[in-house]
């Protein structure tokens, strides 16, 4: 399995590291900023697949003793995948075990990197690590931030009653995409692309108002600058049209899901298309990670 590699996606990943191990043993966890991957003990599949700004040592090491209770799922924040990773502790036992790569780079070069290798285990696996774009156990309810943005009280997650329905999250992950065509082409990743306009509102009228996948190109290079995707393709686009982009002409392209998906699996898509951008040209689009006036 590549994913377990210590030089996987040619990147010098340190050894496995349990969680349970003394403060001794985790400082072969890097005190650089990078990538970290989590796995359960003994199993052959990812949970969690992160990068972080700050040291990948400090951040591992927080998040290890965020999920060290067993009887409260964490908050939401500071470690977003904490309650995920918590949930599933609790339900199957799962101990766990994480490495992890420096890469001292700018945040877009270190988050396309991300999406590059959870693209690449999508590849590689088949399906999606248990706990990236918002997969959660079908059981569990996940928790909130401890503070909602009202500043009303958080509400914390746990075990479902048997009498609850399954939670959406936990549903089974959307297959991979092909690697077929080029970014920008017609047929990339094997879906049907309309055809290219300028991203101007009144060429976002016609759009059907359903879930979808879209790119945003240079008009002048046809360079692909932003990949998104939406529950409303018209509205998201028409929004997009409005603003600046640095006073730059941009075109759009878009393909309609023909069958709705679940939250996870669209962010799913939408990583795919910039993990196979990151592939083909080492680099993040230019707008993916930047804030947009």
């Given at each position: 399995m590549e994913y377990f590699e210590t030089n996987w996606a040619s990147l010098p990943w340190s050894p496995w590291v349990p969680f349970s191990a003394d403060k001794h043993d985790f400082r072969q966890i890097p005190h650089k900023p990078g990538l970290y991957r989590i796995r359960p003990i003994g199993k052959d599949f990812l949970m969690y697949i992160g990068e972080t700004q700050r040291t990948v040592h400090k951040r591992l090491n927080e998040l290890r003793h965020n999920i060290k209770k067993t009887d409260l799922m964490p908050w939401n924040a500071p470690h977003t995948a904490a309650p995920s990773l918590w949930a599933w502790k609790d339900?199957?036992?799962?101990?766990?075990?994480?490495?992890?790569?420096?890469?001292?780079?700018?945040?877009?070069?270190?988050?396309?990197?991300?999406?590059?290798?959870?693209?690449?285990?999508?590849?590689?696996?088949?399906?999606?690590?248990?706990?990236?774009?918002?997969?959660?156990?079908?059981?569990?309810?996940?928790?909130?931030?401890?503070?909602?943005?009202?500043?009303?009280?958080?509400?914390?997650?746990?075990?479902?009653?048997?009498?609850?329905?399954?939670?959406?999250?936990?549903?089974?992950?959307?297959?991979?995409?092909?690697?077929?065509?080029?970014?920008?082409?017609?047929?990339?990743m094997g879906l049907q692309w309309n055809t290219i306009e300028r991203l101007e509102k009144k060429y976002t009228r016609s759009i059907q108002q359903k879930q979808g996948l879209y790119i945003l190109m240079d008009s002048i290079s046809h360079e692909i600058v932003y990949v998104g995707e939406s529950e409303n393709c018209s509205k998201r686009l028409s929004d997009h049209s409005q603003k600046s982009w640095d006073d730059r002409d941009l075109f759009f392209s878009y393909h309609i899901l023909e069958t709705p998906v679940l939250p996870h699996q669209l962010k799913e898509l939408e990583n795919d298309l910039i993990g196979n951008y990151f592939e083909k040209y080492r680099k993040a689009p230019e707008y993916q990670f930047r804030n947009r006036k």
């Open positions: 339900a199957e036992g799962f101990e766990y075990e994480c490495s992890a790569s420096p890469l001292d780079t700018s945040m877009s070069g270190r988050r396309g990197m991300e999406c590059f290798l959870l693209y690449r285990y999508r590849q590689e696996r088949g399906e999606s690590t248990l706990c990236n774009f918002g997969r959660f156990h079908k059981r569990y309810r996940k928790s909130t931030d401890r503070k909602k943005r009202n500043g009303d009280p958080g509400i914390r997650g746990g075990k479902l009653d048997t009498s609850n329905k399954d939670n959406p999250a936990g549903g089974l992950c959307h297959p991979p995409l092909p690697d077929v065509g080029k970014p920008g082409s017609a047929d990339w």
